[in-house]
């Protein structure tokens, strides 16, 4: 019989409404298994065991009674350390923020509750959502990072500590995890899900994701953090994509799916290379294949721009204040970010924003584009987290993102497979993703 940490979180939910599962002894579960893990993996900032274990009792009676049942009734989900929760600690990352207790929770905690999961901690993130790693070890091999910045909460899901986690990406945090752990990372379009309560390293930037152990359960969690917020200025008010029953949908007819040679393509290592060829192949006729524009490689440095003039910013006081505390990895970064110009930064604003048009024209013609989701299997523990590279121009653009766990490098580490759409059609996206899984794994 499945232990119940191991179930998907989709299974979880019809178990618990079922009655064939409680919440607690779910929790109990991730509970041990946490514990056997921990001390290799090193996913987990603070584990809030008694907190969670109430939490479940309280979903219990819930169900008991007869009482309306949330999406996620009694599912344990993990949050990324830079999430603000009002009962357990926040500490980003670093010892700047050791001890922070925030006042109130982010959003997507209020939305969590709110749809009945049980947020059983914070998992470990790189040092202010950035560069410098965390001790964080890859549960596939802990010589190998899992990536950054969300590195405990894909950590955590690929243990099976957790069903759920929650982490955000500025450049390749949720996509580039996912592919090294082997899990559905999944990051909706730029605006779906509020930033309220999340560290800001960059306004025009930040975007939260989900990962998870399958295509519907990224997506189930996926409708319930998503939903309009005046407080976050990038939240559009405007009705949601439904993304789990996208993901269920079947394609009328099968997508037309497009790969872009790009110049940082050379950045693949030789068995990533081979394998994202041999998915070409299994995709046949329905991907075309087409000469990246040169301008949309030229993306890469405008990304960087944004990105370290808006984290200088936001940060300012606490680079200030902190300097002695912030890591060797980061220092250079925050001098080179000082230095951007406000011209230099409005200019790659301006073509930020044209990007992001030329992407909503092209995808008329287009149901996805298929691109790796990172450069080739998990870089060893302390050689960095990986290359983002793959992630950047679409983050930018703000377009959805989803990884498959489709492949596998010569180590026999997973490499996933990422596909992108067109914003605010995430269900579109989701269906598309479902349809290219299903060929991939027919051919495998």
């Known amino acids: 019989m499945t232990e119940p940490h191991a179930l998907s979180a989709t299974e979880a939910v019809r178990r618990i409404r079922d009655g064939q599962l409680s919440s607690v002894d779910l929790v109990k579960s991730c509970l041990k298994r946490i514990a056997e893990t921990e001390p290799a993996l090193h996913a987990w900032a603070h584990v809030d065991e008694a907190g969670a274990l109430a939490r479940a009792a309280e979903m219990d009676a819930i169900r008991k009674g007869g009482r309306p049942l949330g999406a996620l009734h009694g599912v344990p989900v993990g949050l990324k350390d830079i999430i603000d929760t ?143 917020d005046p407080a976050d200025a990038l939240s559009f008010p405007r009705p949601r994509a439904a993304m789990l029953e996208g993901a269920r949908a079947p394609v009328p007819v099968p997508p037309a799916l497009v790969w872009l040679d790009l110049p940082y393509h050379d950045r693949l290592t030789a068995d990533a290379d081979q394998a994202f060829a041999a998915a070409r192949d299994v995709l046949g006729p329905r991907l075309e294949r087409v000469e990246g524009a040169p301008n949309l490689a030229g993306l890469i440095p405008v990304q960087a721009t944004i990105h370290e003039y808006e984290i200088c910013q936001h940060l300012a006081d606490t680079f200030t204040d902190h300097w002695d ?68 121009i679409w983050t930018l653009a703000g377009l959805p993102c989803v990884s498959l766990p489709v492949l596998v490098g010569d180590k026999g580490l997973p490499i996933g497979l990422q596909v992108i759409g067109q914003g605010e059609r995430d269900d579109h996206l989701l269906r598309t993703a479902a349809w290219v899984l299903n060929e991939i794994q027919a051919e495998a």
């Open 86 to 228: 009002r009962d357990m600690p926040t500490q980003r990352g670093t010892p700047i923020f050791a001890g922070r207790q925030p006042a109130q929770d982010a959003a997507v905690v209020e939305r969590l509750l709110d749809a009945g999961a049980v947020i059983l901690g914070k998992t470990a993130t790189t040092e202010l959502a950035f560069v410098h790693a965390a001790e964080t070890r890859n549960p596939h091999d802990p010589q190998h990072t899992p990536g950054g910045s969300s590195s405990g909460s894909a950590a955590a899901v690929a243990a099976f500590n957790v069903p759920l986690a929650i982490g955000t990406q500025t450049n390749g945090s949720v996509i580039r995890p996912a592919s090294f752990c082997g899990l559905f990372g999944f990051k909706p379009t730029r605006g779906e899900i509020s930033r309220r309560g999340v560290l800001q390293t960059s306004k025009s930037l930040d975007q939260l994701g989900c990962f998870g152990r399958t295509l519907d359960d990224v997506a189930l969690l996926g409708d319930v953090i998503a939903g309009y």
């Open 325 to 392: 505390q912030i890591s060797d990895t980061l220092k250079p970064i925050v001098t080179r970010g000082r230095a951007i110009s406000l011209a230099e930064y409005e200019d790659a604003l301006g073509v930020m924003a044209s990007a992001q048009a030329f992407f909503e024209s092209f995808f008329e013609d287009f149901d996805a584009v298929i691109a790796p989701s990172a450069a080739g299997e998990a870089p060893l523990f302390g050689n960095g987290t990986g290359d983002p590279v793959f992630c950047t």
